[in-house]
């Protein structure tokens, strides 16, 4: 079983749609990190979270620490949405180590 | 500035070949990173730089050789790899190693 699992695997939907992708994590950590990678190019961090909710724009994270779960939702998706998101977990006792997740793969249709 | 840059964007070398791929960030991080990117999976932690100092290796074979030559600056020197070392090589910066990470937009590399 993978430290961070996350769902769906692979996503589409329309646009204006409301998006939720979830990260379930087994180990300790210190921070949850949501990341975007667009087709062959870099990664964005989105957020880093250690505990409750953060937002910016349309984008939206949260965590449960004692359920070890974080959800990233995207309001009134758009195309430009359309990503891999990925969900990486800082483990406890390790000031650098980031346990990644497989990604979701986001697909907004106009 | 935000942003981290890397140079090239494409890179294909021959087996025999050396190259160096390079990162820059003027954001003040003291703390900068290699990883290696195969296609459809998550990027897999190679060389951490603290203060200019190699900090984590994680066991990555010798024919790549980085190199922090100033706290803006990381180099990743290339030398007689193999067609598997073909990949997407991702730069990131943190201020310091527990903050945030700032992802380049990544060299890909093809070894032929």
């Known amino acids: 079983k993978n430290e961070v699992e996350q769902s769906p695997q692979n996503l589409t939907a329309q646009e204006g749609e409301f998006i939720t992708i979830n990260c379930s994590y087994s180990?300790?950590?210190?921070?949850l990190h949501w990341l975007q990678q667009h087709p062959g190019g870099g990664i964005v961090s989105l957020f880093m979270?250690?505990?409750?909710?953060k937002k910016h724009g349309r984008l939206i994270a949260t965590i449960n620490i004692q359920e070890k779960h974080s959800s990233l939702h995207i309001t009134a998706s758009h195309p430009r949405d359309s990503a891999v998101y990925i969900c990486?977990?800082?483990?406890?006792?390790?000031?650098?180590?980031?346990?990644w997740g497989a990604g979701t793969k986001l697909i907004i249709k106009p | 500035d935000t942003e981290v840059t890397q140079t090239p964007k494409h890179l294909v070398m021959g087996m025999t070949n050396k190259k160096s791929l390079k990162c820059e960030q003027h954001?003040?991080?003291?703390?900068m990173y290699w990883y290696k990117q195969k296609a459809k999976k998550p990027p897999e932690l190679m060389f951490v730089?603290?203060?200019?100092?190699?900090?984590i290796n994680e066991s990555v074979p010798s024919r790549f050789s980085p190199e922090c030559p100033n706290s803006s600056l990381l180099n990743l020197h290339l030398h007689a790899l193999q067609p598997e070392d073909s990949a997407l090589y991702l730069c990131?910066?943190?201020?310091?190693?527990?903050?945030?990470?700032?992802f380049g937009p990544g060299t890909r590399l093809t070894v032929l």
């Open positions: 990486a977990v800082k483990i406890l006792d390790s000031n650098y180590q980031l346990i």
């Open positions: 180990v300790g950590i210190s921070a």
């Open positions: 954001m003040g991080h003291r703390a």
């Open positions: 730089y603290s203060y200019e100092k190699l900090s």
């Open positions: 990131a910066s943190s201020l310091f190693y527990t903050d945030t990470q700032y």
């Open positions: 979270l250690s505990s409750g909710k």
